[in-house]
């Protein structure tokens, strides 16, 4: 009499009818781990996987519209507790569980009624400014929050399996911006975000193809910016579909890098032409020289391996200077521009913004050189020269 359903990625919900108490609901739970990591034979290679699970009970813990949160929530304490175990809800578990059952059911409202707008931020050549693409991120324009972050409603959607609609919403919406622009005589080259359950879809491949043929782009101008934890998945799937990618045309490009544990010898392997420098590492390069140090390896590093460097989270023109000396391609960030509407990257390719913001580098570094007070450091005083 229990009901089995998959609610998205690698969740599932089990009902269980009956008179059943929380002791007998935590022997249950127990069976589902102990039959989860049972090993599997696949071939001639044994499997073995594990299993997190949380407990909700109706109506103790909540009515139809508030238990699966709740279940869901005692999941996640079951993973923070190590995984391969279970949980029962407790009230001191919750971090506002209705808030965030609204939130979902707000964003799969959003998906139904076109709320979601993409605005973008330019990528710069670090030596003259030129706009040489840009990042698409998505924004939500509730009509009841008003505009939510991203910080807020994309770990929503990944916990409730929502993020998938969204990331193929966005990979849509990015190609149709890049035909646009293509019938104005503009050539932008477009990168797009890939959570990790999405590039784990099947269909991926597929997907991508689709969407470049329905809107008769250039595979060229689109990017896929993939998490360094991601791409360092050695498996044999993972490979296969970065080499579909590459094969197509569409540009990979390594996301967060220097976040995750990346394998030198894997990341030689790897068809990406590009590699992003996490913002961590750029904040305190212009004075901290430990910082500075990391940066310029990781530049190395991909000039080695013919991949180019994209340097993101740039705000100040002090970052700007250094990042030219260290060899830096592109530059990403609030300096040169906050994500703007598609409209806004038109002005930018009709305005001066961008040579004059390069204007003004160019004048510091020449400033930091000629300066024997300042205590110039040696980057500093190579992007002078």
Known sequence: ??????????????????????????????????????????????IQVSASVGVALFPDDGDENRVLVCA????????HAGRNTWRVYATEMDGGGPDILGM?????????????VLHYQPKVAALDGSLRGVEALIRWQDPERGVVSPGEFIPVAERFGLINAIGFWTLREACGQIRSWQHAGWRIPVAVN???????????VERVRACIDEFDIDPG??????????????SSSVRRVLEELKAMGVTLSIDDFGT?????????????????IDRTFVIDMDHV?????????????????????VAEGVERP????????????????????RPVPAAGIEALMQGDQLTEQSARVHALAERLRADSGYGCPPALELAAG
Do not use: W
């Open 72 to 79: 869901d929530t005692a999941m996640y304490a079951a993973k």
């Open 221 to 234: 101008l689109l990017a896929l910016e993939i998490t360094e934890s991601v791409v360092m998945e050695s």
């Open 260 to 276: 995750g544990y990346s394998c030198l010898a894997y990341l030689c392997r790897l068809p990406a032409r590009q590699l992003k």
């Open 1 to 46: 009499g229990d009901a089995v359903a998959r609610i998205g990625g690698d969740e599932f919900v089990m009902m269980s009818g009956g008179a059943i108490d929380q002791e007998g609901a935590g022997r249950l739970a127990q069976r589902l781990v102990d039959a989860a990591s049972q090993p599997m034979q696949i071939g001639t290679h044994e």
């Open 318 to 337: 002090e970052q700007v200077v250094t990042l030219r000396s260290l060899g830096c391609d592109l530059i990403q960030g609030y300096y040169f521009s």
């Open 194 to 204: 890939l959570s990790p359950q999405q590039f784990r879809q099947p269909d991926l």
């Open 289 to 309: 020289a430990e910082a500075r140090h990391v940066v310029e390896a990781v530049i190395r590093l991909a000039h080695s391996l013919r991949m180019e460097v």
């Open 104 to 116: 979902q059911r707000a964003i799969r409202r959003a998906l139904d009624n076109d709320e979601f």
